[in-house]
């Protein structure tokens, strides 16, 4: 998955996130199957429990049987044709999802060697927010962030400045 990079200032962004708006005595489903920012959580204290890569555009069964109080969703609802329906299917009351944000000078991200590492969506802030309210969701705390990369380029400068990341901490209305 991160063959030639490691993204360690979205997940030391992520991580810092996530324990401010969640306790560790709180259970986490996190959207996505084990991966190394689950390891990240588990050395912080959450008990956190993932999805099997099942299509969660068709099969949700695993979001609508779990105990868990708290839903993770880090860059996964731009893989989904719709997203709105994981959203709607979450029981809990507490969800902390992040994005990639549009950006304005990059299409949208396509892997050529694997079908499921491809950007469906790549969300405008607003168009997460709108998807959130009409899935249930009010907002609490928002935050984006910057990814760039160590390149030459005019790409590569805008990055510095442009935000790539968008994270919400979001309650059932």
């Known amino acids: ?19 401010k708006h969640v306790s560790n005595s709180e259970t986490i489903l996190d959207l ?5 920012f689950t390891k990240i959580m588990e050395e912080h204290g959450f008990s956190v429990e993932n999805t099997k890569g099942e299509d969660l555009d068709e099969d949700t ?24 329906t994981a959203l709607k299917a979450i029981k809990g009351d507490k969800l ?3 994005v990639p944000l549009k950006l304005w000078f990059s299409s949208a ?15 405008e802030d607003w168009q997460f927010d709108w998807l959130l309210k009409k899935a249930g969701w009010k ?6 962030w910057t990814n760039p990369p160590k390149k030459i380029g005019i790409r590569p400068i805008l990055r510095r400045f442009t935000p790539r990341y968008y994270i919400v901490y979001a309650e059932r209305i």
């Open 61 to 84: 069964s695993t979001i609508t049987n779990t105990e868990a109080s708290v839903v993770t969703a880090f860059e996964i609802f731009e893989h989904l044709l719709s997203p709105y």
């Open 96 to 98: 902390v999802a992040s």
């Open 1 to 19: 998955m991160y063959e030639n990079s490691f993204p360690n200032k979205r997940f030391k962004h992520t991580i810092e996130f996530l324990k």
């Open 32 to 36: 996505g199957v084990v991966n190394p």
């Open 109 to 123: 991200y396509r892997s050529k060697t694997d079908m499921l590492d491809r950007h469906y969506h790549e969300f």
């Open 139 to 144: 907002i609490i705390d928002r935050k984006k």
